[in-house]
């Protein structure tokens, strides 16, 4: 009697639970009809324009997303492919063996970052410890540079962009090697390679250094290399440098090679920036400067100066008169210094020197004439250098070097030389010294000799 009472039991339990899961699955399904039957019935509405528009914005970012992902995909495996290609070509080559001469790496030719390699070690070199031999060392990688090609241009420019330059010359080495610095002996393998990613390094140097050696020096190359194409860059960056100079001070830096520049390159644009440079610092870089700008732009600020004070009292009004004679033709020009000896301004002793300038026979410049820098306000025409002073004036900017060059004949053209001619002869009916009158007329007398031969041939 226990076993049914306790079967039966189970069996009532079985029963009840059974019914219990029969009721939960019919409430589910009831939940599921009312829950459809209001989907059903819910009015239909449109995405409001603004959903619509993230919605493609989305698309859009998506797109963008999948190309960049596709375009790094590419460059991982343009990247790996390079790695195992370089590799296995080192693979063949044990740790300790050299690179062979022509094996890429990624600054170029393993040879040519060897040598690079090498001339950064005389950073560490003292002065006592240099021999011959290193020179002769030096001009080794320089021409394994050279003879490298193309395959040097990364390794140079790696160490252009991030390595220290080498100061040449303070362990004498400048002379022997032809170059100051290391830098300057790189820009110009590039321009004996000449590659055309040369161009793209020096246009990168150019915006990126304040030196205005090297500005002057890379100004060259470019100039050289695309004729006209970089010149309002050149003159920029010599801007920029003279501005930070000028801020900042020089540095022990010469500043001479941004006033070359802006002589070789400027216009009547530079005329304010040059009348604000302080006078003491680079007075007389920038009245060489404002007189040799293009159709004599500059020349009334150097007469405004004259005005200012008395060529025989003040030197900058008296540097100042000498650059307008030295630029004798040109009409502003003319009108000063005619204005100043009917004032009586003009001391005797400096009539020799203006007169010679009125000739075109004594010039004072920024460039040594003994150099290989060009000058493009001399003549063309080889000619035969009397004499060449050299001045130095000292101030707070550094010092100032000038050349004063006195030449054999008048370093003008056949235009320049009939309104000198005709200057000169206005300004004998105007003065009475006798110093003045005797340079004059021996001026008059070269130019006219010159004058003549021309016309003969």
């Known amino acids: 009697m226990y076993i049914d009472l306790v079967t039966g039991s189970a069996r009532k339990r079985r029963s009840s639970a059974r019914d219990g899961y029969i009721r939960d699955i019919w409430d589910l399904l009831g939940y599921a009809a009312v829950i459809a039957l209001a989907f059903y019935l819910w009015p239909a509405q449109e995405a409001s324009p603004e959903i619509e528009r993230e919605i493609e914005r989305g698309q859009v970012v998506e797109s963008q997303l999948e190309s960049r992902?596709?375009?790094?995909?590419?460059d991982l495996r343009a990247r790996m492919a390079a790695k195992i290609a370089l590799r296995e070509g080192n693979e063949n080559r044990s740790p300790s063996d050299p690179a062979k001469p022509g094996t890429r790496s990624e600054y170029g030719s393993s040879e040519a970052e060897n040598a690079i390699e090498?001339?950064?070690?005389?950073?560490?070199?003292?002065?006592?410890?240099?021999?011959?031999?290193?020179?002769?060392n030096i001009q080794r990688d320089f021409s394994a540079l050279f003879e490298?090609?193309?395959?040097?241009?990364?390794?140079?420019?790696?160490?252009?962009?991030?390595?220290?330059?080498?100061?040449?010359?303070?362990?004498?080495?400048?002379?022997?090697?032809?170059?100051?610095?290391?830098?300057?002996?790189?820009?110009?393998?590039?321009?004996?390679?000449?590659?055309?990613?040369?161009?793209?390094?020096?246009?990168?140097?150019?915006?990126?250094?304040?030196?205005?050696?090297?500005?002057?020096?890379?100004?060259?190359?470019?100039?050289?290399?695309?004729?006209?194409?970089?010149?309002?860059?050149?003159?920029?960056?010599?801007?920029?440098?003279?501005?930070?100079?000028?801020?900042?001070?020089?540095?022990?830096?010469?500043?001479?090679p941004l006033f070359k520049i802006l002589q070789e390159y400027g216009d009547a644009s530079l005329v304010p920036e040059l009348e604000q440079l302080p006078e003491m610092w680079w007075g007389q870089y920038a009245a060489?400067?404002?007189?040799?700008?293009?159709?004599?732009?500059?020349?009334?600020?150097?007469?405004?100066?004259?005005?200012?004070?008395?060529?025989?009292?003040n030197l900058g009004a008296r540097f100042a008169l000498q650059m307008l004679a030295?630029?004798?033709?040109?009409?502003?020009?003319?009108?000063?210094?005619?204005?100043?000896?009917?004032?009586?301004?003009?001391?005797?002793?400096?009539?020799r020197e203006i007169a010679w300038m009125i000739a075109g026979t004594y010039q004072v410049q920024l460039n040594n004439p003994n150099a290989d820098m060009p000058n493009r306000y001399q003549s063309s025409t080889p000619t035969a250098i009397h004499s060449v002073n050299k001045f130095i004036s000292f101030g707070p900017g550094g010092d100032q070097v000038l050349f004063g060059v006195r030449y054999a004949r008048p370093q003008l053209s056949d235009e320049q030389m009939v309104p000198r001619l005709e200057l000169i002869d206005t300004?004998?009916?105007?003065?009475?010294?006798p110093a003045a009158r005797q340079a004059l007329e021996q001026a008059f007398d070269t130019v006219w000799s010159s004058y003549n031969e021309g016309e003969q041939w």
Request: proline content about 5%.
């Open 288 to 313: 060489v400067t404002l007189a040799s700008l293009p159709g004599g732009t500059g020349l009334s600020s150097l007469r405004y100066r004259l005005a200012q004070d008395s060529p025989r009292t």
């Open 326 to 351: 030295q630029s004798a033709d040109q009409p502003e020009a003319q009108a000063a210094l005619l204005d100043t000896v009917r004032q009586n301004q003009v001391p005797d002793a400096l009539w």
């Open 148 to 256: 490298q090609g193309h395959g040097a241009i990364p390794a140079i420019r790696h160490f252009l962009r991030t390595a220290s330059d080498i100061d040449f010359t303070s362990n004498g080495l400048d002379e022997e090697l032809g170059y100051a610095t290391l830098r300057l002996a790189l820009f110009d393998i590039l321009s004996r390679i000449d590659d055309s990613a040369a161009e793209a390094i020096w246009f990168e140097e150019l915006r990126a250094i304040h030196s205005p050696v090297e500005i002057e020096t890379l100004g060259r190359y470019l100039e050289d290399h695309a004729p006209g194409l970089y010149q309002r860059d050149i003159v920029l960056s010599a801007r920029e440098a003279l501005s930070q100079a000028a801020t900042q001070g020089a540095k022990g830096r010469d500043i001479a």
């Open 427 to 433: 300004l004998l009916s105007e003065t009475e010294s």
């Open 69 to 74: 992902v596709q375009s790094t995909r590419s």
């Open 118 to 136: 090498r001339l950064e070690q005389f950073r560490q070199r003292p002065d006592w410890s240099i021999l011959p031999s290193d020179i002769a």
